[in-house]
């Protein structure tokens, strides 16, 4: 039994499509804790995280939008994450927009550390979230997470990132939305980039499991950032950034069993569901079973639906 810790981060700050905000309140009426519960885990809700206040913190770049609340917020959820692991909880982060692994990432950085113990990342998003506030052009943070997280210059006005992930030890997966800048930058880089065009090459089992297979060589700790776009907007149209392409329901189910039987997820966030372009909740369902599956349930436990 695994003790889940679910951690509320209604964040709008990182993009300007109102809506994100309302995210962990969907998953709470959808049942993410029955969900987890009825694999037999323990699970807590320590309610939402309230953003850091902040005196106004500048950016050069005058193109990015809402960079005070994104700091406040990456402080917040630093805080919150770290205090869940050190708890012994495997923190479960409801977004919120994707600019909350700034702080969510940070918080299982500075835990692993405190273990001796190297971090990883799994980014299962169909952007690759490697600009800095320097570099964006939309000035939506939601897409410099991975670049704070590795420790890229560009970020004055953040706390410095407790202990940068080598790119070694970060694995794209269902990429596919990529800018040329970030492509560049990516391209200096020895971060794992399977895109969707090495899935449909390869398939989902091979490259992922090698992965795995790293981070259980060297006891690493695993933290899953699962974005809503990851999927193809046909099975999860609740997004602000659909990519067509994405991962099917079956592929993403498979991932989340894949992740299960690897026994080395330590933490994981929920980004990008925006309830409010959702259709009838079938996002957050499908979400939510994900969830289900990534907790230990089986194909054949899922009952056919309306019969």
């Given at each position: ?27 709470r009426v959808a049942g993410l804790a029955r969900a987890i519960a009825s694999e037999g885990h323990e699970v807590e809700d320590r309610g939402d995280v309230t953003a850091t206040p902040l005196a106004a ?185 659909t990519v067509p392409g994405g991962t099917t329901f079956r592929e993403a189910h498979l991932v989340m069993e894949l992740l299960h039987e690897s026994a080395l997820v330590t933490s994981l966030d929920l ?28 194909v054949f436990d899922r009952p056919t639906r309306n019969k």
């Amino acid at each position: 039994m695994t003790r889940i810790i679910l951690i509320g981060a209604p964040v709008d700050s990182g993009q300007r499509r109102p809506g994100c905000l309302m995210g962990p309140s969907a998953y709470r009426v959808a049942g993410l804790a029955r969900a987890i519960a009825s694999e037999g885990h323990e699970v807590e809700d320590r309610g939402d995280v309230t953003a850091t206040p902040l005196a106004a913190v500048p950016c050069a770049n005058p193109a990015v939008d809402q960079m005070t609340e994104t700091v406040g917020w990456t402080m917040a959820l630093k805080v919150a994450v770290e205090d869940a692991l050190k708890d012994g909880g495997l923190p479960v982060i409801m977004g919120g927009d994707h600019s909350l692994a700034l702080g969510s990432v940070a918080g299982a950085a500075a835990w692993a550390a405190a273990q001796a113990r190297p971090l990883f990342l799994l980014w299962l998003d169909a952007h690759s979230d490697f600009h800095t506030p320097l570099t964006t052009t939309s000035g939506n943070l939601h897409g410099t997470p991975l670049a704070y997280i590795n420790g890229r210059d560009g970020f004055d006005g953040f706390p410095p990132f407790p202990a940068p992930v080598p790119a070694e030890r970060i694995c794209m997966f269902g990429i596919r939305s990529v800018d040329q800048a970030e492509h560049a930058a990516m391209q200096e880089r020895a971060i794992q980039i399977n895109d969707m065009r090495v899935i449909d090459e390869r398939g989902i089992v091979a490259p992922l499991r090698e992965f795995l297979d790293h981070v259980r060589a060297v006891n690493g700790m695993l933290h899953v950032s699962l974005d809503v776009d990851f999927l193809d907007p046909a099975i999860a149209p609740a997004v602000g950034t659909t990519v067509p392409g994405g991962t099917t329901f079956r592929e993403a189910h498979l991932v989340m069993e894949l992740l299960h039987e690897s026994a080395l997820v330590t933490s994981l966030d929920l980004v990008e569901l925006n309830p409010f372009l959702d259709d009838r909740g079938m996002t957050t369902r499908l979400m939510v079973d994900l969830v289900g599956s990534l907790m230990g349930r089986k194909v054949f436990d899922r009952p056919t639906r309306n019969k």
